[in-house]
């Protein structure tokens, strides 16, 4: 046992947690191959199968449950003194995980992440974007980014900036060509970028005015998993695409798209920045709450303008 790392104990933890060997790799950010040959070294050194693998499916042997329930407490003792080592550090470093929805990630991006980032050049910040609610602890994250009426409430949360909304956005030439929606009934006459949500369902696109809410089963020509795209498939003219705000911004100053239903679209809860109560955080997770804390009020420029 003295001859296996804390590497090839997490990866076998992260694997029996996820039941998925490229997700677990994903959440600790290696490769699946990397992460196949720390668990075949831990089972060589063990000299017993720890997991049932098929094309389809990860499962743990029996030997391989038992050595899990074991372990586990253990490592995570381990990773708990390493975080009190850390905590006495004066200088921030060593990696934060935070995992956050993709728009939500794009939101903080660019006045929360990379100006902390210079500020702190020994730290590595690693993001997982997930269009599902996960357990950050169980995930083994820092900390986690959403809308803050989807925190935890047994989280502690920060809020970033203002509120937020949706915007359907068309070009200048579809508009043109095809006109512009004046309720939300009208979207049945017009080609709409689909979304598919992480659970497989399509995104029914929300809307609401004078207390009346409706949601539209829109159709167009593409669906996407990835909202982001839709962007791109609206300046392309190919249809209408309901984005954040934030998203599309620059490109509705600039002309290349087009605000629709602009009445019928409601505000959004603000982006919360959360994480568990910890005893002996380490320096960079306290740097990085405290510099979020510090300037939570530049991602004001998220909440909608008049």
Known sequence: MAQSSLTELDAVLMVARRGKFRTAAVELGVSTTALSNAVGKLERTLGVRLFNRTTRSVSLTEAGQQFVAQVAPAVRDIHEAMDVARSRQ????????????PTAAREIFSWLVLPFLRLHPQVHIDIVTEGRLVDIVAGGFDLGVRSANLVPVDMIALPLGGARRNVVVGSPSYLKERGAPAVPQDLAAHSCLRVRLPGGAIHRWPFEKDGQSVHIDVEGAITLDEASLARAAALASVGLALAMESDVRD????????????????????????????RNPTAAFKAFVDFARRHSGDGDALSPRG
């Open 90 to 101: 004066a200088t921030p470093s060593g990696t934060l995980r935070i995992n956050a929805f």
């Open 251 to 278: 490109d509705i100053e600039a002309g290349r798209l087009v605000r629709v239903l602009d009445d019928w679209t409601p505000t959004l809860p603000p982006l919360s920045l959360y994480y568990p109560s910890r």
